[in-house]
């Protein structure tokens, strides 16, 4: 009787099993089942979208590399351009990032330069450089009187007014003479002056009448009225910060080093460019065949 009651209870087992398997699949199989191939479609639709950016062959994910270097070996070369050419300008200071984290300091040094009139003298000496009739107007530059300041001057680029109230006027002998005066006035070195004229119109007058004896129709006394500003850059500070000199190292070795652009992608699994990502397990450590790196 008992051996009876046993053969029927193994269809019960069966079922179970069955039961089990099925709940298995449903719930641990096909979920991983499901992720994997999610992880495929994802994979597939990037590859195709890197393939494309990249172009035949890696030839634009190629290009976009030795761009890089190109683009580094220009920026350290501007960096040292730049730097050559602001050490042209006037002795005068961007203190704000000259000492930036030190502004205490800073303050001590402003008040030593206007105390002791040094930037004044070195504005004087620059506008003397242009060779202009009048006195350039400096009211402006830097607004902050002395006092309790408890910031420094900023200025990156300085503008002189040469007589924009007070035109001034060349008067010279000969159209090749009012070129030249008007070419030694429009900058010197890197610093550019800009010459306005009255409704923008050149206005070229001639002094002497025909019937005066030092009259010379071959070379005849012309006078010219113009305004004109003058430009320059302060000293101590970079485009790219105050760190730019500590960046400079690495943008030579990016410029020096030949790059060859790495695979996209090199498994299913959607990831950083060249990273070699596991494909999702199908259950716990079983991965499914094919879908290796």
């Avoid at 087992?13 to 495929?40: C, T």
């Avoid at 994979?43 to 683009?71: I, L, R």
């Avoid at 203190?95 to 008040?111: C, H, L, P, Q, V």
């Avoid at 107007?137 to 902050?144: A, E, H, L, R």
């Amino acid at each position: 009787m008992r051996r009876i009651k046993a053969i029927y209870l193994i269809p019960v087992f069966l079922v179970l099993l069955i039961g089990a398997a099925v709940a298995s699949y449903y719930f641990l199989f096909k979920p991983q089942l499901e992720k994997v191939d999610a992880a495929r479609a994802t994979w597939e639709t990037e590859q195709k979208t890197c393939q494309t950016e990249e172009g035949p062959s890696n030839s634009e994910y190629q290009k976009a590399f030795d761009e890089q270097a190109m683009y580094a070996k220009q920026i350290y070369l501007d960096h040292y351009q730049f730097q050559e050419i602001q050490k042209t300008m006037p002795a005068i200071y961007n203190m704000k990032e000259r000492y930036a984290g030190k502004e205490k300091e800073g303050i001590y040094e402003w008040y030593r330069i206007m105390g002791e009139g040094r930037m004044i003298r070195e504005l004087d000496r620059w506008a003397r450089s242009f060779h202009l009739p009048n006195s350039p107007q400096f009211q402006g530059i830097y607004t902050s009187t002395m006092g309790f300041e408890d910031t420094l001057p900023s200025s990156k680029t300085v503008s002189i007014d040469f007589g924009t109230g007070q035109p001034m006027m060349f008067n010279v002998r000969g159209f090749g003479n009012l070129l030249n005066s008007l070419r030694r006035v429009t900058g010197y070195r890197y610093f550019p002056m800009i010459i306005s004229l009255p409704n923008d119109t050149a206005t070229v007058k001639i002094g002497l009448a025909r019937t005066d004896p030092k009259h010379n129709p071959q070379s005849p006394m012309l006078s010219m009225q113009y305004s004109a500003t003058a430009y320059f850059m302060t000293q101590g500070w970079d485009p790219m910060g105050a760190d730019a000199e500590s960046k400079m190292p690495a943008m030579r070795t990016l410029a020096l080093t030949k790059k060859s652009a790495p695979p996209h992608r090199i498994s299913w699994a959607p990831g950083q460019p060249g990273e070699a990502a596991p494909c999702p397990p199908v259950l716990f450590f079983i991965q499914q065949q094919g879908l290796q790196p």
